[in-house]
């Protein structure tokens, strides 16, 4: 080892769903959505002027801030925005979880929490999920440092209701408490209802998912004023300019299009309780989803053993190779057309 190695920050990296690139490949692996973004994006994109790029960015993302309070019914002091939700989230992570005590979230979650809190250093506990896969919320009555909840849950695709998260916030009145709301778009009921009753709710949402822009990296906290201000003065403290012009013209784009974004989930949500139906036909069980994908688990065939059948078709599943989630698939929602070509599959491959 060089002498400076030891000097060296030593983290165990987020590894990312793989991206791979074929002609004919069915991705239903990251939980993108199969649809274009809202088509006042390509109006858009003519009207941006490359001269614009010589200069930096408004380094408060006004523009956006202001649409996204006005289509929630905030006040812009009450909006954060950054790249993705992965970086709203390590911001928030940064700014509130400074405490000796542990923060705490599921056993089974999104695998980037754990990742933040080694990197940032924060102590950390994983209350076990129950063996149905739901959150119990008495886990979270123990004084902690903090807790975070993807609320649906990922991978498990299960959502809680208002009553259970404010239940949380009932009994954690000394810490910040984040629900990660990256699904919430496609059948579950968001937290913002109890953001005027509870000064220490932080709720994050992304563009990546519901409003097809992952590739834009679009992310936002909603939270109350002196949480949003406290995550601007850390930002502020790393990195002023993170949201590129771009971003923050296209992003305006797609909060007005609302009648687009809900049509695109609508139909989401559609295939997604067809396709649960046409697995379970086929010997899976499914999680309950309230998300953009399911969690299925098959009878009699390992998940491994579909994951590598699929992927020889270049059909792309998510599998993870954890304690108690190594028989399952995670099977993005696609067009009406791909979810056909992957059922037809299996049921050649298992009948
Ligand atoms: C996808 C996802 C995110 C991050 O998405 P970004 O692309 O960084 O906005 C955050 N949390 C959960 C639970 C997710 O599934």
Partial sequence: MRAWEKNFRKVEPYVPGEQPVFDKMIKLNTNE?????????????EGLESDRFRLYPD????????????YYGLKEEQVFVGVGSDDVLSVAFLTFFNSEKPILFPDITYSFYDVWADVYRIPYERPALDDNFRIRKEDYYKENGGIVIANPNAPTSIAEGLEFIEDILKHNQESVVIVDEAYVDFGATSAIALLEKYENLLVVQTFSKSRAMAGMRIGYAMGHPSLIQAMNDVKYSINSYTMNYPALQYGVCAVKDDAYFKECCGKIIATREKVAKELEELGFTCLPSSAN???????????????AALREQNIFVRYFNKPRIDNYLRITIGTEEQMQIFIDFLKDYLG
């Fill in 59 to 70: 380094f408060k993302s006004t523009s956006l801030v202001e649409a996204l309070a006005e």
């Fill in 33 to 45: 959505c199969p649809y274009p973004p809202t088509p006042m994006i390509r109006e858009a994109m």
């Fill in 293 to 307: 994908f399911l969690f299925a688990s098959h009878k009699s065939v390992p998940a491994k053993e579909i994951f």
